[in-house]
């Protein structure tokens, strides 16, 4: 079986670690390099070989599949050009930015001939692959959750809206998409936020109802602080709360005493843990198979959407119904 040609366009810090876990893979072969800084390409393809190209044009035409691991305002241009040269997409989290450009995008996707999958990586870590495994067992009722950062500084254009899209383009949005794996499908959501240390709205408070009747309160502020957990998620049924804190512990409680259990993946080495390792499998998997990937561009697509429903309704004051 020939090995599948991975093409990085961007090797700053993520795609350093695609690149990294594809060059253990020995379903792959990292084959080419792309930064429009050439000496990142070079200094990635020290550790991990592969062509150093001076265009994406010379990326093309030295892989089968393209990992796109630009900062965010690229992603649509940079993805929409790989699926009409053929090649198999991976594209980085945020999908796209604003549902005009993500509309694009998930027309342009749907039309190529190649596997198309987001690098929603959580989906795959261990403690939310365990979440969603616990709550076949019970109903749900509702949940409390929060996303925080320490800062929007670093990267630096992490705080530059022109380039990431705003801060829930950033890093909640992970959680955005974490909601409809574990939850399902939105019916409504109500949302509050304000603007403090950046030139943008860097505080939310979001509540939102499902088509099941699910319903949870959404904190996510941009500069908290790295605090452990900055990300956690508790989840309420009878007699039963599940709470897991960021990529490392579930902890879940049963019965009408104060009994509980934990399960650590500290241990786990973080590029599994966070669960880039699989989801990096999965894509080749999708390729090899010529299955759909596990996270779809209609997947991405609807992280914008919510993404941009929150805008909305802090903007218009007003609830978000969707169909
Ligand atoms: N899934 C995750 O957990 C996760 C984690 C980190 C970053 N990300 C996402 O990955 C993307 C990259 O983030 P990062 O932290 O690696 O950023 P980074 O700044 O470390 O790396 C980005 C690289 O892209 C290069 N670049 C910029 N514009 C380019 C272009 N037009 N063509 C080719 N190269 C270009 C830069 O020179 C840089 O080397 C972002 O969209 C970010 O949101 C996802």
């Known amino acids: 079986m020939d090995k599948v040609k991975i093409g990085i366009i961007g090797t700053g810090y993520i795609g350093n670690v695609h690149a990294r876990i594809y060059s253990r893979d ?22 991990v070989g592969g062509k150093v190209c001076r265009s994406r044009e010379e990326l093309f035409e030295n892989c089968d599949a393209v990992l796109v691991t630009t900062p965010n305002k690229t992603h649509t241009e940079i993805a929409a050009e790989a699926v009409e040269r053929g090649k198999h ?78 801060f829930l383009y950033e890093t909640t949005i992970h959680l955005f998409d ?11 959501l109500v949302a509050y936020g304000s603007q403090h240390e950046y030139p943008e709205i860097d505080e939310f408070s979001i509540i939102f109802k ?34 897991t804190e960021e990529m490392e512990r579930l902890i879940d409680s049963r019965g009408m005493d104060a009994n509980f259990e934990t399960l650590s993946w500290a241990m786990t080495e973080k590029e599994e843990r966070w669960g880039y390792v699989q989801e990096d499998r999965a894509f080749l998997d999708a390729i090899l198979t010529g299955t759909k990937p596990p996270v779809t561009a209609l997947d991405g697509y609807k992280s914008i959407e919510l993404v941009e429903s929150v805008y909305r309704a802090i903007r218009t004051g007003e609830p978000i119904r969707f169909e």
């Open 89 to 166: 997409v991976f594209c980085e989290k945020p999908f796209s930015i604003g549902l005009e450009d993500a509309g694009k995008l998930l027309e342009v996707s749907q039309k190529g001939s190649g596997v198309f999958q987001v690098g929603h990586n959580r989906r795959f870590a261990p403690v939310y692959a365990k979440l969603k495994e616990l709550l076949g067992e019970d109903k749900a009722h509702s949940a409390h959750i929060k996303m925080n950062r320490g800062e929007l500084k670093n990267p630096v254009w992490t705080g530059d809206t022109n380039v990431t899209g705003g």
């Open 210 to 243: 499902f088509k099941s009747g699910f319903h949870c309160t959404f904190a996510s502020s941009s500069d908290a602080s790295w605090h452990f957990p900055f990300e956690r998620i508790e989840v309420f049924a009878h007699h039963r709360t599940i709470m």
């Open 26 to 47: 020995e379903r792959a072969q990292v084959s080419a390099l792309y930064d429009i800084k050439t000496e990142k390409a070079e200094q990635a393809a020290r550790t």
């Open 178 to 188: 974490m909601l409809r794996f574990q939850f399902g499908e939105i019916e409504e």
